[in-house]
Each structure stands twice: as structure tokens, then as C-alpha cells.
């Protein structure tokens, strides 16, 4: 049989990544798709930079309109990032009823509904496994393998470059600035670090495992991000004082009348899975109400790790060519016709447990102060530690963790004790998270 023609947008790592699993594992490839696969095509920037991986027989074009225009292009693969100029590649793609290979989360979630709907209506497939957590397969894991089941929540270290830092300073007591750097060159970090600092990149991942988790449309303006640039070496040390580490989590759970969509830094009980998860490498866990807590650990990037999940989309849209495509895996797992507009809380509403760290003075009654005011709002102390003043200042760090407490609550305590005279500067809040059950 003839094999399949691709055309590939991209010759960077993930690009180049992708070119050698293909020729390295052919035949393996061929025997798991029931054709073999051919690069015919190839578009970069740069035609005479030097590339990591074999182009022979490839056509190079500078032009990325040429490669999904291309005639002997079945199967186009998007892996060149941003969401503007991959929107309209992708579009133009779909027009031209060709089948997409994507690893660009931004665009699947900032586009993903625009670009399903045009995918759904040219009857092409758009797969995106790459796009969250590199080479774990966890968009197929949740959309297939626990199709059976309604998802309760789902928590995950999904930027890795943010759990290198955080790891880094834990356990090296290293500055933020100097990991940052080393993620930088060794490849792991976005092309605008600020992307996996400030949550932005979790982000992206969470709002698609949200809709795939929960069959609601991609709602990435609605996540709730905070990013890990504001913790301090102080509170990673507190954290590990208190039994605790701190973790960048993506976490969207059920909860009420609607779903929590949040990314940020969290602490977590030492001894917990998450926890233990180091370096740049990512996890999620997902909660279904039969199967009860599942975990998927692996490389989150990093140019094989996601060309794994590239190639195993490819495979899964050649499979699709020999199939009758109106029984494909629906794009969020759900049917079309059933994909929910699925209310996201807003911050004030969620509830769980909070880390509390605030300057106060040396004084008698500021303790007592403190615990009356909360237990105002009947929000209960779990564990508090206050060292002796270190210098001659008559000021002193306390820091409290609460028991679960609506946070809208907890904001309004937080207020009435920041406006006391005794309180030195802005009180300091993460939230706790306990996912392992
Ligand atoms: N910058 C991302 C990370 C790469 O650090 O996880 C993979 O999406």
C-alpha cells in the first residue's frame, strides 16, 4: 500500500525530534498503523540552518502556506508554536480537507472550539496529544481509558520547567533566576519564559484536559493563573517545616453547581505523590468516580518525549484513513451535540486549606488578635509557628495554615487583620492541596 504523505510545519526540536522517531522506528510505525509514513515536506525559516535530524528526500520551503497547500500532503503537522500564524496554517489545513498533527497547546486552547468546529465540518481529524505533558499519553488515557467514568478532578505538574525551579530551590536552596537560566538551556522553557513562570503555559494545558475531563468547551480566559515568580526561599523553607512542598499544580474539579479551573503554586503534604514529582518532570492525576485516583508520570518535553506523543497521533490519524471516520474519538471525547458550557467558579468560591505568612509585631495580644478575627469567620487554625525575633527589630514572621474555609471568607478576614496596626506589610496566601485521594 502507498504510504502516507506528511507535511511538516517546523524544524526545531520538537520538529526535528519527530523526523527521527519516524525514520529510527518505521517499521514498527508501519506495523501499528498498517501504512508506512513519508515526510514529503518540510517548512522552516531558516532553510541553511543546520538541522538535528536526516532531511533527505524531504522538500524544504520557506513558505508554511506551501506545505499545507501542497497536493501530496495528506496529513499536515503543526510544530512551530504561537497562535496566530499555527491558527491560520491550521485553518487553511482543514479548508484543504487534510488531516492535523498538532503539539501547540496555545492554539488549542485559545482556538481549539473554532478550530474542532471547521475540523468537524470538513470531516478531517485535528489530534493533539503532544500539546499537554510531552510524551504521557494522557489526553487518551482521559478521553478513552476512562471514558466509563465522571470525572471528579483531575491535579498536575504540567510545566516542567516551573517544577525544575521549584525543585531546585528546594532541595538546593538555588535563586530563582539562576534555575530559570539552566531550564533555558537545556530546552525546557518556552521561547517567552514568562510563559512557564507566570502559569501561562500550565494554563493552556489545563483548559484541555478541563474540556476532555468534563466535556465543556475550552475556556482558557477562565483559568484562574498565578505563576511561581512570587515565592520566596522563605516560604519554600516554611513549607518543608510544616510538612509541605511547594508545587505549581493546573487542578479543575468539580465542585457544586460548577467546575474550579486553577494554576498555581500550592503546597502540597510532603508524603503525597505530587510531591515527590521533581525536576522537569511532569504528572497529572485524575480522579474518576469508578476507577478512583489514577496518576500519569513521564517527560513532559524535550524533542523525542514529544515527538512520541507527535508519532502516536500520526499513527492514530493514519489508522483513521483506513476507518470509517464517522466513528472516530470525538475531538474533547465527547459528542459534538454534548459538550456543556459548564460554569467556572470564581476564586471566592473555591475551598480548601491556605498557607498564611505575615509580619507582625512583637507584641502581647497580636496572637490572640489574629485567631479571633478568623474565628470570626469561623475559619479554624490547623497548624501556626512563630520563631523568636532574629534581630534587634521588634518584628516577627508567623505563619498559619488553615483548615478548609471558603476563600471569599477567608479574603474578608485576611482584610480586617491586614488593617491592624501590629501587621507589617501584605499577608502572604497559597493554597494548600490535598489530591491524593
Ligand atoms: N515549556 C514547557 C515546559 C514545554 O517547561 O513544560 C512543554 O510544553
Partial sequence: MESVKIGLLG?????????????????????????SVEIVCASARDLNKPRACDLDGVRLVADPFEVVTANDVEVVVELIGGASLSRELV?????????????????????GNEIFAAAQDRGVD????????GGIPIIKAIREGLAGNR??????????????????????????ADVLAEAQ?????EADPTFDVEGIDAAHKLTILASIAFGMPLRFADVETQGISAVTQEDVQYAEELGYRIKHLGIAKRQGRGVELRVQPVLVPEQALLANVNGVMNAVMVHGDAVGSTAYYGA??????????????????????TADPGHKVPHLGFQPHAINDLEVLPPSEIV??????????????????????????????????????????????????????????????????????????????????HFDH
Fill in 185 to 189: 538551556a537545556l530546552g525546557y522553557a
Fill in 11 to 35: 524544524l526545531g526540536t520538537v520538529g526535528a525530534g519527530t523526523v527521527n522517531v519516524l525514520k529510527r522506528n518505521a517499521e514498527e510505525i508501519e506495523r501499528r498503523a498498517g501504512r
Fill in 300 to 321: 513532559g518535553a524535550g524533542a523525542e518525549a514529544t515527538a512520541s506523543a507527535v508519532v502516536a497521533d500520526i499513527v492514530d490519524v493514519v489508522r483513521l484513513l
Fill in 352 to 433: 480548601c486549606g491556605h498557607y498564611i505568612r505575615m509580619r507582625v509585631a512583637d507584641e502581647s495580644g497580636v496572637l490572640a488578635k489574629i485567631s479571633g478575627l478568623l474565628a470570626e469567620s469561623d475559619i479554624n487554625i490547623d497548624a501556626i509557628q512563630q520563631k523568636e525575633p532574629e534581630g534587634p527589630e521588634d518584628d516577627v514572621t508567623v505563619v498559619m495554615l488553615t483548615d478548609e474555609v471558603r476563600e471569599g471568607d477567608l479574603a474578608e478576614a485576611l482584610s480586617r487583620i491586614e488593617s491592624q496596626s501590629f501587621v507589617r506589610n501584605g499577608i502572604k496566601r497559597m493554597r494548600v492541596a
Fill in 126 to 133: 485535528v489530534a493533539f496529544e503532544a500539546a499537554v505533558a
Fill in 91 to 111: 485553518l487553511k489545513a482543514i479548508e484543504q480537507g487534510k488531516h492535523v498533527v498538532t503539539a501547540n497547546k496555545a492554539l488549542i486552547a485559545l482556538h
Fill in 151 to 176: 470525572i471528579e478532578w483531575l491535579a498536575g505538574i504540567i510545566n516542567g520547567t516551573g517544577n525544575f525551579i521549584l525543585t531546585e530551590m528546594q532541595s538546593e536552596g538555588r535563586s530563582f
